[in-house]
C-alpha cells in the first residue's frame, strides 16, 4: 500500500495593487490545495516447469488487483482583517469551497504464459489475459487478449557452428498479439456534474460537465512484428531490423458535438481502424578495443507510417474535413498557394473548382502530411586513457509549420518574422504580399487564406547535437584513497536546419526552442 499528499497555498496580498486605489487588507485573498491519493496492488503468481519432451515447459499464472483513491479540496478566502492572518483561513471574512471531490479507480486481471524451448534454439510463447476496469460502464468493463510469440535462434545450428568468427549471433523472431487501453479518466461513462464553487442568492449550484454513454469499452490494438538480430565478429558489429504493424481500433476519444447542445464532445468509441507501420534498424559496433583507446558507436534510424483503413461514415461525420481514407492521420488539408501576383501583391491561390474564387473547404484541397520521413540518432562513446567522449546526433526528416504561421496579422503590434522587410513593393517582385499601413479588406483575406495554406508550410528537417558529455579523471597515484572526476556537459549545442522559425522540433507559437544547457562539475567518491 501506498499513500501520498501534498498541500498547496497560494495568496494574493493588498501589496500588488496601487497604494492609490486606497484598497484593504479586506481584498486580500489565500488559496490552498490539499491532495491525497491511497493506492494498493496485489499480484500473487504461481509457475509451474518441467522437462516436457525434447524442450523445457514454463508455466506462469497469475491474478492482479490494483485499486487507487484520491481526494482533493480546494479552498478560497477573502477578507483578512491583516495580512499576517493570510495563512489562517478561518480569520477570513468569506470562504468559498472551490472543489472537493474523491475518485476510485479499480483494476482486475487474470494472466497466464507459457513457454516452450528447446535447446535454446526454438522458442515458443503463448500468452492470455482478461481485464476489468472500474473505467466502463456495466456489462462493457471487461475484455479479453492474447498474444503469441515465436524465435528461432538458428546460429546455434549445425550448419553455421564453423562460421562463429564471422557469424556469432542469428535469430528471427516473430510475434502477433492484441492488448487494450483505458486510459481515459474515471467516471466517463456516467452523466456528472459539480459545483459551481460560488452561491447564487445563498445556493451553490451544480453545472453539468459530462453526458451520458455506457456503451464504450477496451481501445483494441493489434500488434505484428518480425525482426532479424545478427551478430558478427564476435558481436563486435550487431545489427537489428524490425518491421511492425499495429492496427487499432475502438479508439477512446471525445466525439465532438455541435456547440448547441452544450458540450463539447461525448467519449466514445471512434468506428475506426487506424495503421501504424514501420522499419526500425539498430546499429552497434565496436570500432576500437586497445586497452587504451576505446570507441563504441551505434546508429537508429526509423522509418514510420500512418494512415486510415476504415471510418464507416466518415462523409457525414464532424472528421470529414479532417480525415481521408488511405491517407495518414496528420494530414492537413490547406489551400495551395501559387505566389505573389504581381501587379496586386497580394497572395494568389490554386482555384481548385474553377468558380473564381477562394472559398473553404471547397478550394482546401491540398494535402500535406507532417509525419517524418524518418528519424534517428547516432551515438558515440570514445576513451583515451582517463579521458572519455560521449555525444549524441539526432536527425530528423519532416516538414512542418515555419515563422509564417506564427506571424501576427499585419499591423498589429506583436512580432513578425525577419523576412517581411523584403515584402512586395511596387516594381520590386517577392513572394511575400505586400505591408499596408491602413485596413485593406483584400489583402487581409488574402493573409487569413495563406495562414491556412501550404504556405506557412516548409522543410523543417534538422541535425542537432543533443548531448556532449567530456569527462576526465584524475590518476589514481594523484589521489590513492580518492576517485575524482571533472566533466562537462552539455545538451541541444548546435542545429543545422533550413527551417525558417524558432525551431524545427518546437514549432508552436509562443513555445521556446529546447534549452541549451551547460553544466560542469566534480564528482569525488572517497574510498575507505
Not at 486481471?109 to 528447446?118: H, K, S, T, V
Request: aromatic residues 14%.
Amino acid at each position: 500500500m501506498r499513500t501520498i499528499g501534498w498541500k498547496r497555498n497560494a495568496f494574493r496580498q493588498i501589496l500588488i495593487y496601487d497604494p492609490a486605489w486606497g484598497y484593504t487588507t479586506a481584498v486580500s485573498n489565500a488559496f490552498r490545495s490539499l491532495v491525497s491519493q491511497r493506492s494498493w496492488n496485489f499480484e500473487p503468481q504461481l509457475e509451474f516447469t518441467r522437462r516436457l519432451g525434447p524442450g523445457d515447459l514454463q508455466v506462469l499464472g497469475g491474478l492482479t488487483f490494483q485499486e487507487r483513491t484520491a481526494h482533493a479540496l480546494q479552498l478560497s478566502g477573502t477578507g483578512f482583517a491583516n495580512n499576517n492572518l493570510i495563512d489562517n483561513l478561518s480569520a477570513a471574512t468569506t470562504v468559498y469551497i472551490l472543489a472537493d471531490s474523491e475518485v476510485l479507480y479499480r483494476y482486475n486481471a487474470i494472466f497466464g504464459r507459457l513457454n516452450y524451448n528447446i535447446d535454446g534454439k526454438y522458442i515458443l510463447n503463448l500468452t492470455g489475459r482478461r481485464d476489468g476496469s472500474s473505467r466502463f460502464g456495466p456489462g462493457k468493463r471487461f475484455a479479453n487478449f492474447g498474444a503469441v510469440g515465436g524465435a528461432w535462434i538458428f546460429s546455434k545450428e549445425k550448419i553455421f557452428a564453423d562460421m562463429q568468427t564471422a557469424l556469432s549471433f542469428g535469430k528471427l523472431r516473430g510475434s502477433y498479439g492484441t492488448t487494450g487501453s483505458d486510459q481515459i479518466g474515471d467516471y466517463q461513462y456516467l452523466s456528472t456534474y459539480q459545483a459551481t464553487g460560488v452561491p447564487y442568492q445563498g445556493v451553490v449550484g451544480l453545472q453539468p460537465v459530462r453526458l451520458f454513454n455506457p456503451d464504450f469499452s477496451w481501445e483494441t490494438n493489434k500488434k505484428l512484428e518480425f525482426a532479424v538480430e545478427l551478430g558478427f565478429l564476435k558481436d563486435r558489429l550487431y545489427l537489428t531490423a524490425a518491421h511492425y504493424r499495429n492496427r487499432s481500433s475502438s479508439q477512446l476519444v471525445g466525439i465532438p458535438l455541435p456547440t448547441m447542445t452544450g458540450f463539447p464532445s461525448i467519449q466514445a468509441n471512434l468506428d475506426a481502424t487506424v495503421q501504424n507501420t514501420g522499419w526500425e534498424f539498430d546499429f552497434r559496433t565496436i570500432i576500437l578495443d586497445t586497452g587504451k583507446w576505446n570507441w563504441t558507436a551505434s546508429a537508429n534510424v526509423t522509418f514510420a507510417r500512418n494512415k486510415l483503413l476504415r471510418y464507416d461514415g466518415l462523409e457525414s461525420s464532424t472528421y470529414a474535413e479532417q480525415y481521408i481514407i488511405g491517407q495518414p492521420l496528420d494530414i492537413v488539408k490547406v489551400y495551395h498557394n501559387t505566389g505573389v501576383d504581381q501587379q496586386t501583391g497580394l497572395y494568389t491561390f490554386q482555384d481548385y473548382n474553377g468558380d473564381g474564387q477562394i472559398t473553404w473547404p471547397e478550394d482546401s484541397q491540398k494535402i500535406v502530411s507532417l509525419t517524418p520521413d524518418y528519424y534517428g540518432g547516432l551515438q558515440n562513446s570514445l576513451s583515451y586513457k582517463n579521458w572519455s567522449l560521449d555525444f549524441l546526433l539526432q536527425f530528423v526528416k519532416q516538414q512542418g509549420y515555419n515563422h509564417f504561421n506564427t506571424g501576427a496579422i499585419p499591423g498589429l503590434p506583436d512580432n513578425q518574422p525577419a523576412a517581411v522587410v523584403s515584402a512586395w513593393q511596387s516594381g520590386s517582385p517577392s513572394d511575400i504580399q505586400l505591408y499596408t499601413a491602413g485596413y485593406n479588406n483584400e489583402a487581409l483575406d488574402a493573409f487569413y487564406n495563406f495562414i491556412g495554406s501550404d504556405g506557412v508550410i516548409s522543410d523543417a528537417s534538422f541535425l542537432r547535437l543533443k548531448n556532449l558529455s567530456i569527462s576526465y579523471t584524475l590518476p589514481k597515484e594523484w589521489l590513492p584513497s580518492t576517485s575524482c572526476r571533472l566533466y562537462f556537459q552539455g545538451q541541444n549545442l548546435l542545429t543545422l536546419t533550413k527551417f525558417k522559425g524558432a525551431d524545427p522540433e518546437n514549432q508552436t507559437r509562443g513555445s521556446l526552442p529546447p534549452l541549451r544547457t551547460l553544466s560542469f562539475g566534480v564528482q569525488i567518491d572517497f574510498q575507505p
